[in-house]
Nanobody, 117 residues
């Protein structure tokens, strides 16, 4: 079981920036895909961005050009740089880390991001 520790959420004004981090530990099979999801109360969790071990990335259309996902394979850490934040980006952000050969990933505890003036 992979353990995940997220950090970096908070309150920011529209147009501002935040950087989320998620550190993984306890992997025995090696980490394949690392992703960020977000969820607003009462709505489904949605995929924001993901990155493979080879650093191939994909993004939700709503964040393309504003968010950047990256990873540090040596330290099993994934980052989400969020720029030009909008009120509609307000949500709890969760990281998800999938090991090789596993069908599903492990979830972080979530970190609140609030974009408001």
């Amino acid at each position: 079981q992979v353990q995940l520790v997220e950090s970096g959420g908070g309150l920011v004004q529209p147009g501002g920036s935040l950087r989320l981090s998620c550190a993984a530990s306890g992997s025995k099979l090696g980490i394949d895909v690392m992703s960020w999801y977000r969820q607003v109360l009462g709505k489904q969790r949605e995929l924001v961005a993901s990155i493979t071990r080879a650093s191939r990335t994909s993004y939700a259309d709503s964040v393309k050009g504003r968010f950047t996902i990256s990873r540090d394979n040596a330290n099993n850490t994934v980052y989400l740089q969020m720029n030009s934040l909008k009120p509609e980006d307000t949500a709890v952000y969760y990281c998800n880390v999938k090991e090789y050969l596993r069908a599903y990933g492990s979830w972080g505890q979530g970190t609140q991001v609030t974009v408001s003036s």
